[in-house]
């Protein structure tokens, strides 16, 4: 389960510059799905790919003027057509930056090659084998790592448990977790369309009776982020 934790310094860090890289995980792409855990005897709440852009990832956008995916992200999305034709257009306006591996120098190379096999041992991904679970996440942290970029956004637990493993900390030190619902909270705030987002927030994060009793309600998540974050914005949304 995804826990809402508040507050978090990098995300403050963020919201101070927010001209910075954000690296994006696949699950900012694309729309979340958990028709597989929802409840039998409830219509399942469809979220069409249009819709979702429209109310998240072209507001994060504008908010976030250097958003980033690794090539391996992209290669992931790429089966689904209307998401690979959303982001090849953004990489051509150079609204989306796509990070690839033949960019990196030497000893970046050396840098993202040992942060990939120490990392990867704590995932479904095997680097001899190149094989496609996890992949996305792996790459993208040691892309990010070897090109000193501080914020990994993803709203996957297993990679934020990652991301903040002690073990770890020598190779991932100089790297923060931004949350999706941080992300969602950003955009409430600047640009973005109360309702839906409630939507989606309560989709990721209190879907199931587990979620509803350790997560905040909609309203709760707002004020407590407001009461955090909001001295941050240079302007009130």
């Known amino acids: 389960m995804a826990k809402v934790a508040i507050p978090n310094q990098y995300f403050i860090d963020l919201l101070i510059n927010m001209n910075q890289t954000v690296v994006i995980d696949a699950n900012l792409i694309i729309p979340p799905n958990r028709s597989d855990i929802y409840l039998k005897n409830q219509a399942y709440p469809e979220l069409s790919f249009q819709k979702y852009a429209n109310t998240f990832l072209n507001p994060m956008i504008r908010i976030f003027p250097k958003i980033a995916i690794h090539e391996a992200v992209y290669k992931e999305i790429s089966n689904q057509i209307s998401i690979k034709e959303y982001i090849d257009a953004k990489i051509d306006e150079k609204s989306i930056v796509l990070l690839e591996d033949r960019d990196l120098n030497s000893n970046q190379e050396y840098i993202r090659n040992t942060v990939e096999e120490k990392i990867s041992q704590f995932t479904n991904y095997n680097p001899s084998i190149d094989n496609s679970k996890d992949r996305g996440e792996v790459k993208s942290i040691s892309y990010a790592v070897a090109k000193n970029l501080i914020y990994f956004s993803t709203n ?8 903040n493993r002690n073990d770890l900390n020598p190779y991932l030190h100089s790297l923060g977790a931004i949350h999706v619902y941080e ?25 199931t009776k587990y979620e509803k009793s350790n997560n905040l ?21």
């Open 217 to 237: 309600d909609w309203s709760s998540f707002c004020e407590e982020c407001n009461k955090h974050y909001s001295k941050y914005f240079k302007s009130e949304g």
């Open 183 to 207: 992300m969602i909270y950003v955009i409430r705030k600047i640009d973005g369309n109360s309702k839906i987002l409630k939507g989606i927030y309560k989709l990721m994060y209190r879907l």
């Open 156 to 163: 996957d637990s297993n990679v934020i448990s990652l991301i």
